[in-house]
């Protein structure tokens, strides 16, 4: 078991738009930052001042409204997708948490190859009787390629390090993003960058919490590039779908493997 360390994510500020662009000096050492961030935690946090306080409240302000629609209006399929991607309920195993995903079309990828979906997340307060006080969300990876997590006021997303080491004090602020690798890029890079495993545990929690995710999914069947294996990081997986491995996930015969 881990224990409670003075470990800090790795910060990249990205505030600046000459970070930005393809080609220049900084996005070169940007994207060093992010490899050695990616490489040694499987996670790191973005800082960038430019999202404006308004589009942030507003972006949650939406998100409680969703939330507080009758419990029938938000299980109504939203999507052709498989329903793990529309409204997902309280449930014994996390009795706080609500998620309710988005995916029509507006958040198709820059990239042909992939597609995002946001998500946004409610977190009950606790009710006298409920014994784990600070269970928000229990352990666990992403089945994603990437997922960018923004937390409203309540904080309570921790991260585990490489070596087993809890981070308790994941900072969450109005310009802070916190990116985490999932299984699906971990196969994609053949184990060079692993996925972080992370949980929401909130103490002393006496407001809801709202948090926002954009996720990351790809399209199709993935191969491990040949350049990321050699010797020393032979072939590790087979061809990937990355969304069927989702639902593989979210199925009776996924959710008993022991694999993950
Ligand atoms: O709410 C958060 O901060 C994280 C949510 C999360 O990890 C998930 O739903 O997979
Ligand atoms: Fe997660």
């Known amino acids: 078991m881990g224990s409670e360390v003075e470990h800090k994510i790795p910060v990249i500020d990205l505030s600046e738009e000459k970070d930005l662009k ?6 070169v ?5 992010v490899r050695y961030a990616m490489e040694e935690y499987g996670c790191f946090e973005i800082v960038c001042d430019k999202f404006p306080p308004e589009l942030r409240n507003s972006i949650f302000g939406a998100a409680k409204d969703l939330f507080d629609l009758p419990k029938e209006t938000k299980m109504k399929k939203i999507t052709d997708r498989p329903s793990a991607l529309g409204y997902v309920a309280e449930h014994p195993k996390h009795p706080r948490y609500e998620t309710l995903g988005i995916n ?47 937390q409203h006021h309540v904080g309570g997303l921790r991260i ?27 196969a994609w890079c053949n184990d060079r960058i692993f996925a ?20 990351t999914y790809t399209k199709g069947i993935l191969n491990v590039p040949e350049e990321l294996v050699d010797d020393k990081h032979p072939l590790r997986y087979k061809p990937i779908d990355s969304f069927g491995f989702k639902i593989f996930r979210l199925s009776e015969e996924g959710s008993k493997s022991a694999c993950l």
């Open 29 to 33: 050492l940007a994207c060093k930052k």
């Open 196 to 215: 972080c495993e992370h949980q929401v545990s909130i103490r002393d929690q006496n407001e809801t919490r709202y948090s926002v995710g954009l996720i």
């Open 160 to 186: 585990k390090t490489k070596d087993g080491q809890w981070i308790f004090d994941v900072k969450h602020s109005s310009s802070s993003f916190v990116v985490l690798a999932g299984y699906v890029l971990m």
């Open 104 to 150: 029509n079309g507006v958040f198709d990828s820059i990239k042909e190859s992939s597609f995002h979906i946001l998500q946004f997340f409610k977190y009950r307060t606790p009710q006298s009787d409920e014994s784990d006080l600070s269970l928000g969300l229990s352990a666990h990876k992403d089945s994603a390629h990437i997922t960018i997590i923004h």
């Open 22 to 27: 393809p080609g220049s000096d900084s996005c």
